[in-house]
């Protein structure tokens, strides 16, 4: 924490809360599939001097004198996304994921126009049409569902329902849905109807950067993403699109929700960017994946069941009320507090066909971009499973918890975090 010298002498109070969240980060396992480490240098530069400095508009067109360095930076930054992802066009001003969607709501659509989207209880997205948020409110918002069966996603039932309300636009990609993306088939769906296809990667831009799932680019005009989670950047957020929706979406950004961009998470995205097109990446990437499976099989070994009976990607969707012969069933928050407790930290989370409430569900969301990050392999998954089984067996028992978030700590003191200990 010697870095946190200026902070301690001006607020020691909120200095040690975060040596306090530093040391947490560092003895749990984290397995929410939307977190992850960033590095020393990304950290750096996102807490860097470029904090101070005003710059709407964009590069070589700012409404601000003294933007010689962050039209620079800016600059940098989308031509290393349009690289790395192969797209004709990158904005990286947006200051998260969702304002990256409501800039291409914004950009292409009226309010009341209908758009077509992945239900928030099946895995979708908040934004992608959801009742309770702007998407929702603003858009007239149909949404397709899982298969009940398979709970995969079913392109002929999402081209039936395409063809009843004609979209203006389609989103894919979600929260909670451990599966491919099939990008190419939803772009056949939406060339039929007549809609623009929108692809939300924020979960699995990492992932599609470093090979481990494919791309939507050549599929989808338009792909909107977060700069953390597999990326291993800072909270920001990036709209890649072809030329021909590049004006309208900047124009949505700047100045149509968006002031001056957060110059010193540009910074750290191009920070990430660069990280993200080096072979080290790649091998991390696709390590995700292995690492996500192996902790699927040693899950289905304990007797746990998996929505969709497994994974593709880096998370995994568990219903916990379905218990085995030794582990009772518990509901999705009793069994997220349970982990946390035992060191095992994920997110209660909807299962498709919900029986219970959003705040009380049936499931838990766990995910290995983290576990990853810190350099754990499938032996380290096979004992996380174990760890779960336990924890969940004994849910009520804070003396079991607490051992085992003592083995927990133990191993993740073999495992540095990257950014933490260095």
């Given at each position: 924490?010697?870095?946190?010298?200026?902070?301690?002498?001006?607020?020691?109070?909120?200095?040690?809360?975060?040596?306090?969240?530093?040391?947490?980060?560092?003895?749990?396992?984290?397995?929410?599939?939307?977190?992850?480490?960033?590095?020393?240098?990304?950290?750096?530069?996102?807490?860097?001097?470029?904090?101070?400095?005003?710059?709407?508009?964009?590069?070589?067109?700012?409404?601000?004198?003294?933007?010689?360095?962050?039209?620079?930076?800016?600059?940098?930054?989308?031509?290393?996304?349009?690289?790395?992802?192969?797209?004709?066009?990158?904005?990286?001003?947006?200051?998260?994921?969702?304002?990256?969607?409501?800039?291409?709501?914004?950009?292409?659509?009226?309010?009341?126009?209908?758009?077509?989207?992945?239900?928030?209880?099946?895995?979708?997205?908040?934004?992608?049409?959801?009742?309770?948020?702007?998407?929702?409110?603003?858009?007239?918002?149909?949404?397709?569902?899982?298969?009940?069966?398979?709970?995969?996603?079913?392109?002929?039932?999402?081209?039936?329902?395409?063809?009843?309300?004609?979209?203006?636009?389609?989103?894919?990609?979600?929260?909670?849905?451990?599966?491919?993306?099939?990008?190419?088939?939803?772009?056949?769906?939406?060339?039929?109807?007549?809609?623009?296809?929108?692809?939300?990667?924020?979960?699995?831009?990492?992932?599609?950067?470093?090979?481990?799932?494919?791309?939507?680019?050549?599929?989808?005009?338009?792909?909107?993403?977060?700069?953390?989670?597999?990326?291993?950047?800072?909270?920001?957020?990036?709209?890649?699109?072809?030329?021909?929706?590049?004006?309208?979406?900047?124009?949505?950004?700047?100045?149509?929700?968006?002031?001056?961009?957060?110059?010193?998470?540009?910074?750290?995205?191009?920070?990430?960017?660069?990280?993200?097109?080096?072979?080290?990446?790649?091998?991390?990437?696709?390590?995700?994946?292995?690492?996500?499976?192996?902790?699927?099989?040693?899950?289905?070994?304990?007797?746990?069941?998996?929505?969709?009976?497994?994974?593709?990607?880096?998370?995994?969707?568990?219903?916990?009320?379905?218990?085995?012969?030794?582990r009772p069933g518990v509901n999705g928050k009793p069994a997220a507090k349970a982990l946390d407790k035992a060191g095992l930290e994920c997110n209660y989370n909807t299962i498709p066909f919900e029986p219970r409430k959003p705040m009380d569900p049936s499931g838990v969301r766990i995910g290995t971009p983290?576990?990853?990050?810190?350099?754990?392999?499938?032996?380290?998954?096979?004992?996380?499973?174990?760890?779960?089984?336990?924890?969940?067996?004994?849910?009520?028992?804070?003396?079991?918890?607490?051992?085992?978030?003592?083995?927990?700590?133990?191993?993740c003191e073999a495992f540095p975090p990257p950014g933490i200990r260095i």
């Amino acid at each position: 924490m010697s870095h946190l010298e200026a902070l301690k002498a001006a607020d020691p109070e909120i200095r040690e809360l975060i040596a306090e969240e530093e040391r947490r980060q560092d003895r749990c396992i984290r397995l929410i599939p939307s977190e992850n480490y960033a590095s020393r240098a990304v950290m750096e530069a996102t807490g860097s001097v470029l904090t101070n400095k005003y710059s709407e508009g964009y590069p070589g067109r700012r409404y601000y004198e003294g933007q010689q360095v962050i039209d620079r930076v800016e600059t940098i930054a989308v031509e290393r996304a349009k690289a790395l992802f192969g797209a004709q066009h990158a904005n990286v001003q947006p200051y998260s994921g969702s304002p990256a969607n409501q800039a291409v709501y914004l950009a292409l659509l009226k309010p009341g126009d209908t758009v077509l989207g992945l239900s928030l209880p099946f895995g979708g997205h908040l934004t992608h049409g959801w009742k309770v948020n702007f998407s929702g409110i603003t858009y007239r918002a149909v949404q397709y569902e899982l298969d009940p069966a398979t709970h995969r996603v079913d392109l002929d039932r999402v081209l039936d329902l395409a063809r009843k309300e004609r979209p203006k636009v389609i989103f894919t990609g979600g929260t909670a849905y451990p599966r491919i993306w099939d990008f190419e088939g939803f772009a056949r769906v939406a060339r039929e109807v007549g809609a623009v296809l929108v692809a939300d990667i924020a979960h699995i831009a990492g992932l599609v950067a470093g090979g481990a799932h494919p791309s939507p680019i050549p599929h989808a005009p338009i792909v909107t993403t977060t700069t953390h989670k597999t990326l291993r950047g800072p909270r920001g957020g990036m709209i890649l699109s072809t030329a021909e929706h590049a004006t309208a979406l900047d124009r949505a950004v700047f100045p149509g929700l968006q002031g001056g961009p957060h110059n010193h998470t540009t910074a750290g995205i191009a920070v990430a960017l660069k990280e993200a097109a080096s072979p080290p990446f790649r091998d991390y990437a696709h390590q995700i994946v292995r690492n996500a499976k192996a902790l699927a099989e040693g899950l289905l070994e304990k007797g746990f069941r998996l929505i969709s009976g497994g994974t593709d990607s880096h998370l995994i969707l568990i219903d916990t009320t379905a218990g085995a012969a030794d582990r009772p069933g518990v509901n999705g928050k009793p069994a997220a507090k349970a982990l946390d407790k035992a060191g095992l930290e994920c997110n209660y989370n909807t299962i498709p066909f919900e029986p219970r409430k959003p705040m009380d569900p049936s499931g838990v969301r766990i995910g290995t971009p983290s576990v990853t990050s810190r350099g754990m392999r499938e032996p380290e998954m096979r004992r996380i499973a174990e760890w779960m089984h336990r924890a969940l067996a004994a849910w009520e028992k804070p003396d079991v918890l607490e051992r085992i978030r003592a083995e927990v700590a133990e191993l993740c003191e073999a495992f540095p975090p990257p950014g933490i200990r260095i």
